[in-house]
């Protein structure tokens, strides 16, 4: 009797431990010239060996006249792989940029504004990633959005520059000792922007996935 308890204690364990959801959101503030102009949402969802990664952006941009730009940017890994991803750049409610990646076959199609692209060897590590992994340095990052690496240096134990060998334009990523992006900064031609960790919230959840 006591054996058949512990069986089935057992595989009661085993059925929880693949059925634990793990979700974390971040919110950082966005800020151009010292003030703040938006909010990303940045989202993780780990189902065993499946990876959901999201970011959700709204900023009103008054710089030659008022700018409402959305993004929205989803990506899917799977046993540390990248599967997919899409992305989505909106201003005043009008598409401007559109990105879509997709794994088939053993190769990596990447179409962005239209134009298409090819990728042969496996993903492990995307941009969309650094908000949860702090990088190490001289490592490659893929771009989704473009379909090229980026490279990244090391300048202090938690900072971080990422380096786009396109444009020359070099990002600044800074953590906090658990490896959790707390401000990052974007350098575009005319301006920057410097995402700044507002909240964090971390759950487990157990159920039927």
Do not use: W
Request: one cysteine or more; glycine letters at 6%; charged letters at 30%.
């Amino acid at each position: 009797m006591k054996n058949r308890v512990r069986g089935i204690l057992l595989l009661l364990a085993l059925f929880i431990g693949c059925n634990v959801l793990v979700a974390q959101e971040y919110k950082y503030d966005v800020n151009v010239f010292g003030k703040t102009i938006g909010t990303v949402i940045a989202n993780r969802t780990i189902k065993g060996n499946k990876i959901e990664y999201s970011t959700n952006s709204l900023s009103i941009i008054r710089f030659f006249g008022k700018k409402e730009i959305s993004t929205i940017m989803k990506t899917s890994y799977e046993n540390n792989v990248l599967k997919k991803s899409f992305y989505e750049v909106k201003k005043n409610g009008k598409i401007r940029e559109k990105s879509t990646l997709e794994y088939l076959n053993s190769t990596y199609n990447i179409i962005t504004n239209g134009e298409k692209t090819k990728h042969t060897k496996p993903i492990h590590l995307s941009t969309i990633m650094l908000t949860y992994y702090k990088p190490k340095d001289k490592e490659k990052v893929f771009e989704e959005v473009g379909g090229f690496y980026k490279k990244i240096k090391k300048i202090k134990v938690n900072e971080f520059e990422l380096i786009n060998p396109r444009s020359r334009h070099i990002d600044t990523y800074i953590y906090n000792d658990e490896g959790i992006m707390e401000k990052c900064i974007v350098r575009k031609t005319l301006f920057n922007f410097e995402m700044i960790l507002k909240s964090k919230n971390k759950q487990k959840l157990v159920g039927k996935l």
